[in-house]
């Protein structure tokens, strides 16, 4: 059966795997390229915000223009028996970053996750508050995207909400070593994380194509929305916001896109 999600030139997409990064010196270290056209600073409020960043530069045009952006308002999804989410994430020294729009704990290699006959290597997971992407209108006080690229240069991004709980252990080595300043960085081999541990076991999900939720917005991103969240107490939360602050974009047009729910019929999120 051909797949209903189409493929991209791998020529034609910019390959920006830190989705967040301030500079583009640091998304070339990470491995891709930075887009034509020159850098400006953005943000989350003010002439900076999401809605000037596609006038901030030509680089920044998607921001504006584009007819797959992310995130989007989950609702209505179609049912389909879509292929189970496997995830190997290795356990790996901490090295988090504050680049100025978030927390980004960066992973080396050996790390995946496969989707059907899709294989995508993880390169690295942030955090959002609240959550961009909504289920029928509802948000959750945080979001994690687990960014991962695939051998020709696709990014896959696992998204998961973080509801308000119980004091959530995997998150609390990642904030114990939190930079508190924009462009700080923590590398050390005394603290081990691993994804996992921010993954709930229930991996039903809603898939659509989409597009980085950050400049320069580029589209073709496959996105995997995890339907259950996993919980981080109230103080956890605050110690985000109290460092990095608000940082999600808007809910963007859904248009023609085809939402696609792989929970049985009657399932719902817990």
């Known amino acids: 059966m051909p797949s209903m999600f189409p493929k991209l030139n791998p020529a034609v997409f910019i390959t920006l795997f830190f989705v967040a990064e301030p500079t583009f010196a640091a998304q070339k270290e990470a491995g891709g390229q930075a887009p034509s056209g020159p850098a400006a600073y953005w943000g989350y409020t003010g002439d900076n915000g999401p809605e000037k960043w596609g006038d901030l530069s030509p680089a920044y045009a998607l921001c504006k ?37 978030t927390i980004q704990v960066n992973y080396g290699p050996g ?36 960014v991962h690229r695939d051998d020709k240069g696709m990014l896959g991004v696992l998204a998961v909400f973080v509801k308000q709980g119980k004091k959530n252990l995997g998150l609390h080595e990642i904030w114990s070593k939190m930079p508190r300043s924009g462009g700080d960085e923590t590398k050390t081999d005394d603290v081990i994380i691993n994804g996992h541990d921010l993954l709930p076991e229930n991996r039903d999900y809603y898939r659509f194509v989409g597009s980085l939720t950050t400049p320069p917005c580029t589209e073709g991103v496959q996105w ?47």
Do not use: W
Not at 71 to 88: C, F, M, S, V
Not at 132 to 138: A, I, P, V
């Open 65 to 101: 223009s584009g007819g797959q952006q992310s995130p989007i308002d989950i609702n209505h999804p179609q049912q389909a028996g879509l292929a189970n989410i496997e995830t190997d994430y290795r356990a790996v020294p901490l090295h988090v970053v504050n680049n100025g729009h």
């Open 111 to 146: 790390s995946s996750m496969r989707v059907g006959n899709s294989s995508y290597e993880l390169l690295q997971f942030h955090f959002h508050s609240p959550s961009e992407n909504r289920t029928k209108g509802d948000t959750y006080p945080m979001e994690i995207h687990f």
């Open 224 to 270: 995997h929305v995890l339907r259950n969240p996993i919980e981080a107490s109230a103080e956890q939360i605050d110690a985000f916001l109290k460092i990095v602050g608000e940082n999600a974009r808007p809910v963007q047009p859904v248009g023609h896109r085809l939402l696609i729910d792989s929970a049985p019929t009657g399932a719902s999120a817990h």
